[in-house]
Nanobody, 121 residues
Framework: QVRLVELGGGLMQAGGSLRLSCAAS????????MGWYRQAPGKQRELVAR???????NYADFVKGRFIIARGNAKNTVYLQMNSLKPEDTATYYC???????????????WGKGTLVTVSS
């Protein structure tokens, strides 16, 4: 089993910054990508940012120029630096990994439990 644990989140005023981190652990054979998705009440879950093992990144248009995804110093970790936060960023943010477990030899999607980010006006 691959487990993802998020740290960070909380309450911030518009224009402020927050940093989220995610650590993957467990029976990991290979991680193809790690990233962040978010879901607001009544809305579909949507991609925020994704980091591939090659080093390439993919950002949603609504966060370009504001958010940065990067590798953490610890093994199998990523962080999301969120700057210039807007009330529209309010959502539960979920860490995601596209990985191969040592006990299951196929690519699978793994999800963290999520962390709440609330941005006030």
């Amino acid at each position: 089993q691959v487990r993802l644990v998020e740290l960070g989140g909380g309450l911030m005023q518009a224009g402020g910054s927050l940093r989220l981190s995610c650590a993957a652990s467990g029976s990991i054979s290979k991680i193809n990508s790690m990233g962040w998705y978010r879901q607001a009440p009544g809305k579909q879950r949507e991609l925020v940012a994704r980091l591939f093992s090659s080093g390439s990144t993919n950002y949603a248009d609504f966060v370009k120029g504001r958010f940065i995804i990067a590798r953490g110093n610890a093994k199998n970790t990523v962080y999301l630096q969120m700057n210039s936060l807007k009330p529209e960023d309010t959502a539960t943010y979920y860490c995601h990994a596209d990985a191969i477990a040592t006990t299951y030899y196929y690519n699978m999607d793994y999800w963290g439990k999520g962390t709440l980010v609330t941005v006030s006006s």
